[in-house]
């Protein structure tokens, strides 16, 4: 069975750090798209970060561009999102996401796997 649990999630201070973790099991990451997303409260699910184990280059929203790092272990099949200087905005329940495929770029609607997401909450 395949499945994606994440895990790292919680309060922090503005300005704060947390790092996020996925764990696959079911499959192994090799040669796959990895995604982490978010849902804010009224709002529609958008891509936070995404990268390629096929060439390990990533893509990330403009909002958490120079705060956020992802980043995968294929041999923990894990994927991680670093997330720096956090902002009340970045509140959000987080998901990680999967797909088959050798590309940073696809499509919300193209990840195949989900996890059940992490409540991420940024507030003083």
């Known amino acids: 069975e395949v499945q994606l649990v994440e895990s790292g999630g919680g309060l922090v201070q503005p300005g704060g750090s947390l790092r996020l973790s996925c764990t696959a099991s079911g499959f192994t990451i090799d040669d796959y798209a990895l995604g982490w997303f978010r849902q804010a409260p009224g709002k529609e699910r958008e891509a936070v970060a995404t990268?390629?184990?096929?060439?390990?280059?990533?893509y990330y929203a403009d909002s958490v561009k120079d705060r956020f790092i992802i980043s995968s272990d294929n041999a923990k099949n894990t994927v991680d999102l670093q997330m720096n200087s956090l902002k009340p905005e970045d509140t959000a329940v987080y998901y990680c996401a999967a797909l088959e495929g050798d590309s940073r770029y696809y499509r919300l609607d193209e990840y195949e796997y989900w996890g059940q997401g992490t409540q991420v909450t940024v507030s003083s």
């Open positions: 990268v390629s184990t096929t060439d390990g280059l990533a």
